[in-house]
């Protein structure tokens, strides 16, 4: 009986182009690596696209990277985000406001919260143990949706509901980047802010970048003035 054997030629390129394709996503992944330390240190992000690109492509390894180099995950995801609200600035801006939302999680809301859950999330009485109330009241201002979610099955329900074009997203650096992403598969350009302090209760948002975030694209006439301080 004859046995076949591979003709040895075919195997050899197949090594060398497997050892190929090897060594170019790793230099990829370092390359990756350097803009990002830079852009983490000098806040200027170079080549954003190709950077989210290849972040999302390659996160298993980027993370490993990171961790090797003595990074956080955490700085992983920021840079996600941070990535993604880059992209999605110029789109957001020329969203009307009336088409818009903003999704604060209950985690932010008072120990003593007298709100109730109803089916669009929780009724802020505003009654001041927190800062939702005063943030959701100038936000509406705006012209804005405001939903104050326990969690992302509310945001799908609301999506459906109303189907806004743009979307703030507020929560810990995991939801917002999760956020994003679901916001991709509706068609929905969505602006993450991070909170200050993470946590399951009275966690803090980053109300100064939510403000700044929620007044891009609208006219300075039409800006309360609670908030024209926050104009670039």
Not at 136 to 143: A, F, Q, S, T, Y
């Amino acid at each position: 009986m004859t046995i076949l054997t591979p003709d040895l030629p075919v195997i050899t390129l197949i090594g060398e182009l497997t050892i190929l394709i090897f060594l170019s996503i790793l230099i990829l992944g370092f390359i990756l690596l350097i803009l990002t330390v830079y852009a983490i240190r000098s806040g200027n992000i170079l080549f954003p696209r190709f950077m989210r690109a290849g972040l999302l492509f390659l996160e298993g390894m980027m993370r490993g990277l990171f961790r090797l180099f003595g990074f956080e995950d955490s700085d992983f995801l920021r840079i996600i985000v941070t990535l993604q609200n880059t992209l999605n600035r110029k789109a957001f801006m020329v969203i009307p406001v009336s088409e818009r939302a903003v999704f604060f999680p209950q985690c932010l809301r008072s120990n003593a919260c007298p709100a109730h859950l109803h089916d669009e999330g929780l009724k802020c009485r505003e009654c001041g143990l927190c800062r939702v109330g005063e943030g959701k009241r100038l936000l509406e201002l705006l012209g804005y949706r405001v939903f104050i979610v326990p969690g992302s099955s509310f945001i799908k329900r609301m999506i459906k509901r109303y189907r806004p074009r743009g979307i703030i997203g507020v929560g810990c650096l995991l939801e917002v980047k999760e956020g994003i992403e679901m916001s991709g598969q509706y068609n929905i350009i969505a602006m993450g802010v991070v909170n200050s302090t993470d946590g399951c209760v009275e966690t803090s948002a980053d109300w100064d970048q939510v403000f700044k975030t929620a007044i891009l694209g609208i006219s300075p006439e039409k800006i309360p003035k609670e908030l024209k301080k926050y104009i670039e």
